[in-house]
């Protein structure tokens, strides 16, 4: 039985989203893989939100940025 789903969502910019979900909706960064950390993207984050109204109190997002790859 599943107990715990997290939503992974594949963003355009992952300093936008970033930025977004931590400056607007009050989430926090548990960490970032990059592939190159020279830049910004390709990128694996996760984010977490402590809300009051679940019994664990935790809510969970990760953010998968993959940039195309040229023809």
Excluded at 11 to 37: H, I, K, M, P, W
Excluded at 56 to 61: A, P, S
């Amino acid at each position: 039985m599943f107990k715990r789903a997290i939503p992974v969502l594949h963003v355009s910019n992952s300093a936008t989203a970033e930025d977004f979900y931590c400056t607007r909706l009050g989430f926090r960064r548990q960490f970032a893989y990059r592939v190159d950390d020279a830049k910004p993207d390709t990128c694996y984050m996760g984010l977490t939100r402590v809300a009051a109204n679940r019994a664990d109190r935790f809510t969970d997002v990760g953010f998968w940025l993959a940039q195309a790859e040229a023809d």
